[in-house]
């Protein structure tokens, strides 16, 4: 698959545009069934860009498997590592729709870069139970892993500088259209939220 | 940044600590109680006036967010050795406090302790001043029954004059959208109520059929409040939530009390422990609200 580099105004390029993205999630849902051997994953969004990404995988799951698989939504803001060193953030809703005990549980987020909230996630998860199979599924993995964290299913493999700036914005939370840019930005910071 | 008032906090600043206190809510429900936000964090709770339960909630809450927790209080201690206030602060600070839970029974004392420290400073009750997460708990509580706090009419009844705790609901709740009446015997009313966004009567049985809410006061004795009227059954014949009152409330309106209650005083047994008394509402809330409060203060750079 061949992604198309489009410049934006702003001299901003799009490395993933709306179809890109809608594409990529539809072969996401495909391999996360795949994956699931005839279980029923739990999709576990974490907030805020993983939240829609997970009920819109949830979507195409259902549209080609007939069953929609629950959704859930994490905010794994009282399980960083780096609580210190950010502006205190307010908390967002961690709903679990289903008890994940035993059960096969995707984490769903935008990007993936140092690993960090992933980790923190996986500790936020097993405050509810413990899954039988904990996955990962990103939209975007653009490197510069810190733990010993690896996606299962990936959107795109964007291979970047640390001191650029990965931005994802999804209809359902940010204006105007679903996409991906990538900046030039301070070092150390990606995700349109700033998370890392 | 500390947590000193609710006066003047804006509308948006409130519900961001209440969507929060919410969310420590389902914290509070889980088979396992306690988050690591706060790991390595220490809380000191400074309490130069005598509480329970308010230290408690405090303590449950920083525990609940694995903060450590190092415990003073005034009786017995270095300040009655007459250790002055700010050497006792300066002392807890090098003890290594992050944080410092602080009541005094002098309006003002932990705002002095946050500038002499440098530590944040939550106000668990100075004076007749304020007690701000008491005004946030019954806020929560409130906000839970209701939905929101928009158009609700709540009467405080009570020892206004010597009540933080009414300062504090009365800015917490009229922020919210609110209306507020202020009943109480002239002698209990505050000296001046100027810039307050309420109404005042020294009539409970006028605004009875009227009011959502119910928030009674306790009489504070130990603040002088038993010489301000002339007997306590006078007091309960004219402010006392009695059955005959409570039923004389709308059928969905709700009464709170933020304890320690003296029953037969201001609210009776029947009423205490009727439904819709709301007064272990306002305690479990007071753990969520405390943890808002503390991860707010300590869960970020600042």
């Keep these: ?196 | 940044m500390s947590f000193l008032t609710t006066r003047g906090v804006p509308r948006k600043d409130l519900e961001e600590l209440l969507d929060s206190a919410d969310e420590f809510n389902r914290v509070l429900a889980r088979p396992i109680p306690k988050v690591p936000a706060l790991q390595g964090k220490l809380v000191a709770n400074l309490f130069f006036e005598d509480s329970t339960r308010t230290r408690l909630s405090f303590e449950r809450a920083a525990r609940a967010l694995s903060a450590d927790v190092m415990n003073f209080s005034a009786a017995g201690s270095s300040a009655a050795k007459g250790e002055s206030l700010k050497d006792t602060a300066l002392t807890i600070r090098a003890l290594g406090a992050d944080l410092m839970v602080v009541r005094h029974k002098a309006a003002g004392a932990p705002r002095r302790i946050a500038a002499w420290t440098g530590r944040p400073v939550v106000n668990a009750g100075d004076g007749a001043h304020q007690h701000p997460t008491q005004g946030m708990l019954d806020a929560l509580t409130l906000r839970q029954r209701f939905g929101g706090l928009d158009g609700l009419r709540v009467a405080i009844v009570g020892d206004i004059r010597h009540s933080r705790v009414a300062r504090s609901n009365v800015f917490a709740f009229t922020a919210l959208g609110a209306g507020v009446t202020l009943v109480a015997p002239r002698t209990l009313q505050p000296v001046s109520t100027g810039g307050w966004p309420v109404d005042a009567t020294d009539d409970l049985d006028g605004v009875l059929g009227e009011v959502d809410v119910v928030y009674l006061l306790r009489i504070q004795a130990e603040r002088g409040g038993l010489s301000v009227f002339p007997s306590l059954p006078e007091y309960v014949s004219r402010y006392g939530m009695t059955r005959d009152r409570f039923d004389r409330l709308p059928a969905e309106a709700v009464v709170l009390h933020p304890g320690p209650m003296n029953r037969g005083v201001e609210i009776d047994d029947a009423v205490a422990g009727h439904p819709r008394a709301l007064v272990l509402d306002q305690v479990a809330n007071g753990v969520a609200v405390r943890m808002a409060v503390l991860f707010r203060l300590l869960g970020g750079s600042g």
């Design chain 1, 1 to 196: 698959m061949s992604w198309p580099l489009r410049v934006l105004e702003d001299s901003v390029p799009l490395v993933m545009a709306a179809a890109d993205v809608r594409k990529s999630l539809s072969r996401m849902a495909h391999e996360i069934v795949e994956g699931s051997r005839g279980e029923a994953p739990v999709l576990v969004g974490i907030h805020t860009r993983g939240v829609p990404l997970a009920r819109r995988i949830a979507s195409a799951i259902e549209g080609f498997a007939g069953s929609r698989a629950p959704v859930g939504a994490l905010d794994i803001g009282l399980y960083r590592d780096d609580l210190a060193s950010r502006p205190a953030m307010p908390l967002a809703a961690t709903r679990l729709p289903v008890d994940i005990t035993d059960r096969i549980v995707v984490l769903v987020d935008d990007v993936l870069y140092t690993g960090r909230t992933v980790r923190a996630a996986m500790d936020a998860l097993n405050a509810f139970g413990r899954p039988a199979v904990i996955r990962l599924a990103v939209l975007v993995d653009r490197g510069h892993r810190q733990l010993p964290i690896r996606p299962d299913h990936v959107g795109k493999n964007l291979p970047t500088a640390a001191s650029e700036r990965v931005s994802v914005r999804l209809v359902e939370i940010d204006r105007g259209e679903d996409g991906v840019w990538i900046e030039p930005g301070a070092p150390g910071i990606s995700g349109a939220d700033g998370r890392v």
